[in-house]
């Protein structure tokens, strides 16, 4: 079985920066991508930003130069840096662990606010 945990979200003001921070445990063999996603409330969920196991990175358009992803592969961790944060980044950001090819893993969310 695996559990996937994001933690780091919260209300911040616009401009402002948070990290989030994405554990995965259990029982599996390699996790390939890891990535987050977001959802605002009547939106479907949309891709943030992609990491593979070695390094490559992938963004949504909408993040680019702002937010940065980064995974330590000892503690199957994946992080994301959010700076100059908008009213419109707020939503539920979701972690999806890739393992194998075929299985994925999704955590729970945390709730990023951002006030104007």
């Known amino acids: 079985q695996v559990q996937v945990v994001e933690s780091g979200g919260g209300l911040v003001q616009a401009g402002g920066s948070l990290r989030l921070s994405c554990a995965v445990s259990?029982?599996?063999?390699?996790?390939?991508?890891m990535g987050w996603y977001r959802q605002a409330p009547g939106k479907q969920r949309e891709l943030v930003a992609t990491?593979?196991?070695?390094?490559?990175?992938n963004y949504a358009d909408f993040v680019k130069g702002r937010f940065t992803i980064s995974r330590d592969n000892a503690r199957n961790t994946v992080y994301l840096q959010m700076n100059s944060l908008k009213p419109e980044d707020t939503g539920g950001y979701y972690c999806?662990?890739?393992?194998?090819?075929?299985?994925?893993?999704w955590g729970q969310g945390t709730q990023v606010t951002v006030s104007s």
């Open positions: 999806k662990a890739t393992v194998g090819v075929f299985l994925e893993y």
């Open positions: 259990g029982s599996f063999s390699t996790i390939n991508r």
């Open positions: 990491i593979t196991s070695g390094g490559s990175t």
